[in-house]
């Protein structure tokens, strides 16, 4: 059974940069896309963007550019890069599975909270 | 972008209650829309994908039906961990966007 888990630096300041990391667990990364999502404090889920096997990769556009994602296969891992992180970026982040085929998410980690504040 | 649009956003109600939430696209999704379960504090959990598939190993109290822009999740018979948030989404185009989600409370 596929695992998710993942981490990263929890508290940042303004500027800086937000850096996670989610490993793949019992499964292979072919067949799907590899997603990160985020939910601000007592809001709803903001889509960030996703990355599959071969380093193709879609962002949403509100986040200006800001957003980078990378896969490491001989780690199982992926990986997201928010740079220029403001207080509006403080959310838990989490990383998700999503299947080629149905196009829905089945398998999510556990959850990063990042907190950002001078 | 293609906004999503749940009703409604709180509702209550109790044990062995039917209840049905609604999602609706701003634009024609056709059936790519999905629905989680999110028990707070938790990672959201997928319940229905294709707007009426029903992910294994989720109960069958749980059911999905529309297409285009007007989906709707049913639980047929309310159980104590299913009083949670609920979130729709859209798969059909990037971003793939969520509902702002329905909570789930006891009456």
């Known amino acids: 059974q596929v695992q998710l888990s993942q981490w990263g630096a929890g508290l940042l300041k303004p500027s800086e940069t937000l850096s996670l990391t989610c490993a793949v667990h019992g499964g292979s990364f072919s067949g799907y896309y590899w997603n990160w999502i985020r939910q601000p404090p007592g809001k709803g889920l903001e889509w960030i963007g996703e990355?599959?096997?071969?380093?193709?990769?879609n962002y949403n556009p509100s986040l200006r550019g800001r957003v980078t994602m990378s896969i490491d296969m001989s780690k199982n891992q992926y990986s997201l890069k928010l740079r220029s992180v403001t207080a509006a970026d403080t959310a838990v982040y989490y990383c998700?599975?999503?299947?080629?085929?149905?196009?829905?998410?089945?398998?999510w980690g556990q959850g990063t909270t990042v907190t950002v504040s001078s | 972008d293609i906004q999503m649009t749940q009703s409604p956003s709180s509702l209550s109600a109790s044990v062995g209650d039917r209840v049905t939430i609604t999602c609706r696209s701003s634009?024609?999704?056709?059936?790519?829309l999905n629905w989680y379960r999110q028990k707070p504090g938790k990672a959201p959990e997928l319940l229905i994908y294709g707007a009426s598939s029903l992910q294994t190993g989720v109960p069958s109290r749980f059911g999905g039906s529309g297409s285009g822009t007007d989906f709707t999740l049913t639980i047929s018979s309310l159980q104590p961990e299913d009083f949670a948030t609920y979130h729709c989404?859209?798969?059909?185009?990037?971003?793939?966007?969520f509902g702002q989600g329905t909570k789930l409370e006891i009456k």
């Open positions: 998700a599975r999503c299947m080629f085929a149905e196009l829905s998410m089945d398998v």
């Open positions: 989404q859209q798969t059909y185009t990037i971003p793939r966007s």
């Open positions: 634009q024609s999704i056709s059936y790519y």
């Open positions: 990355i599959n096997h071969g380093g193709s990769t």
